[in-house]
């Protein structure tokens, strides 16, 4: 780093691009030095942000074509409208799985790489209509579960909520397929345009409701039932890291949630470690929870800090001072 008063004009200009451009240079070799167990990687083309980018809104105008699709998409012309534009929208999916397979399977013949990712995209095509399906049961729930909605059209538009959903079911289908890397970056596409966080590794079940959203944090390992709602800042995440012999850390764990069927979380809420939240819970904003809950408990955040200083539970496993009088809100 240099001070203001080192700047000196070099040829006229405030850099020195042959200088920058060497010491560049010099950073990266020290990178791939200390790495060299990655060195076989530096050749192979890298899956594209850029046109996952792309992709992503032609396949949400494919599932939903009257409301995310272009203006012109009538009821008229929506199916002509949807085969064209999945084949377009499917054929550069597969050039970007193609690729992730390509530097995943360094020693694989182009034929077989071609194989493996044309069994991906072939499955994942075939699967859309059954995520189109569960999608709308995510929308229906939407609509349900939040009296400011006033259509269903209305949560499929301006919802950041269901913006984050249907991404994730897509990336999610994905990822299990085997193009974890591909469904990585269509993650983090929607976490970057709604702030929601959701890993596509998690498994989420139907009508989904994600209210607000901004702030949540789904991890990896996460198990969601159906039904489940979830408020802003809502973090499902790890409460430690197991490492390996050598001190890195060990990938593939299970670390996060799980949480049952009907279960309610209001804004802010934390939920760290494998602990499950049993069905028809309801946990109040702000409450942070290491422990796991039993079915039916309703955890608001001065119980929570009573249970976490006497540990003491009820015969049923609800935490002693949880239940609110009847119809009383847990914290929205």
């Known amino acids: 780093m240099i001070d203001d008063d080192e700047v000196a004009l070099t040829d006229g200009q405030y850099w020195n691009i042959g200088a920058i451009t060497e010491q560049l240079a010099d950073v990266r070799a020290r990178w791939r030095a200390a790495r060299q167990r990655h060195v076989e990687h530096e050749a192979a083309e890298f899956p594209s942000r850029s046109r996952l980018e792309k992709i992503m809104p032609a396949l949400c105008g494919a599932l939903f074509p009257l409301r995310l699709g272009p203006s012109f998409v009538r009821r008229h012309n929506e199916a002509a409208f949807v085969a064209e534009t999945l ?5 550069r999916l597969y050039g970007q799985i193609r690729i992730e397979l390509g530097y995943a399977m360094l020693d694989a013949s182009s034929d077989a790489i071609e194989r493996a990712a044309g069994r991906i995209i072939a ?3 075939h699967d859309l209509p059954a995520l189109r399906a569960l999608l709308d049961t995510d ?3 939407a609509y349900a579960g939040d009296p400011a909605a006033r259509s269903v059209d209305e949560v499929l538009i301006c919802y950041p909520g269901m913006l984050a959903i249907i991404h994730h079911r897509l990336a999610n289908r994905l990822y299990e397929l085997g193009a974890p890397l591909v469904a990585r970056i269509i993650a983090e596409i929607a976490h970057s345009a709604t702030g929601i966080d959701i890993h596509p590794g998690a498994r989420i079940g139907r009508s989904f409701f994600i209210d607000h959203g901004t702030g949540i944090v789904i991890g990896e390992t996460s198990v969601i039932g159906d039904r489940v709602r979830l408020y802003q800042a809502v973090t499902l995440g790890a409460k430690s890291f ?3 012999p050598s001190g890195a850390l060990a990938k ?7 949480i ?3 279960v309610v979380i209001y804004a802010g809420a934390t939920i760290l470690g494998r602990v499950t939240i049993g069905r028809g819970a309801v946990i109040g904003g702000n409450v942070w929870l290491t422990e796991s809950v039993a079915a039916g408990s309703v955890i ?9 200083v006497s540990g003491a539970l009820l015969p ?9 009088p009847p119809g009383r809100d847990a914290g929205r």
């Open 87 to 91: 084949q377009t929208a499917l054929s």
């Open 123 to 125: 499955r994942f095509a």
């Open 139 to 141: 929308v229906e729930a």
């Open 242 to 244: 197991a490492v390996d």
């Open 252 to 258: 593939g764990l299970a670390r996060h949630p799980l």
């Open 260 to 262: 049952k069927d009907d």
């Open 300 to 308: 608001h955040q001065a119980s929570a800090e009573r249970e976490r």
């Open 316 to 324: 049923s496993g609800q935490v002693a001072g949880t239940t609110l």
